[in-house]
C-alpha cells in the first residue's frame, strides 16, 4: 500500500513562505495524480493544487494561483507546494493525497492520504 509522508509545516509570519514535500512510498501505481488539500477549524476540506505524472499538467485553484506553486519531481516520486506572500487566511491543516481520479479537485478522486501537517500564519 502507498504511504504519503508530509514535510515542511510550521510556523510562518504574514508575508513569508514555507515549502510543502510529500513524497511516496510503496509503489507509483496509484500515485498518476498528487495533490494538496487544507482543512481549516469548522470549514470543509478545500482543493489547493495538483499535479498528473501522465500529462505533466498542474492545476492550482483560483484562490491561491498568484500565491502558491506546484511541483513533481517523478525520480523521487514527491510533490511540492511552494507558499509565498503567506496570509493569515491560509492558516489550516494541509493533506496530501494520492490517486488515479479524473476530477483532481475532489477529494473522493483520491485513494491515499497523508497524516496532515499543520500551516500556522501570523500576523
Known amino acids: 500500500q502507498v504511504q504519503l509522508v508530509e514535510s515542511g509545516g510550521g510556523l510562518a509570519q504574514a508575508g513569508g513562505s514555507l515549502r510543502l514535500s510529500c513524497s511516496a512510498s510503496?509503489?507509483?501505481?496509484?500515485?498518476?495524480?498528487m495533490a494538496w488539500f487544507r482543512q481549516a477549524p469548522g470549514k470543509e476540506r478545500e482543493f489547493v493544487a495538483a499535479?498528473?505524472?501522465?500529462?505533466?499538467?498542474?492545476y492550482v485553484a483560483d484562490s491561491v494561483k498568484d500565491r502558491f506553486t506546484v511541483a513533481r519531481e517523478n525520480a523521487k516520486n514527491t510533490v511540492y507546494l511552494e507558499m509565498n506572500s503567506l496570509k493569515v487566511e491560509d492558516t489550516a491543516v494541509y493533506y496530501c493525497?494520492?490517486?488515479?481520479?479524473?476530477?483532481?479537485?475532489?477529494?473522493?478522486?483520491?485513494?491515499?492520504w497523508g497524516q496532515g501537517t499543520q500551516v500556522t500564519v501570523s500576523s
Open positions: 499535479t498528473t505524472r501522465s500529462t505533466g499538467r498542474a
Open positions: 510503496g509503489g507509483t501505481s496509484s500515485t498518476n495524480n
Open positions: 493525497a494520492a490517486g488515479v481520479g479524473i476530477a483532481l479537485q475532489r477529494p473522493s478522486s483520491y485513494r491515499v
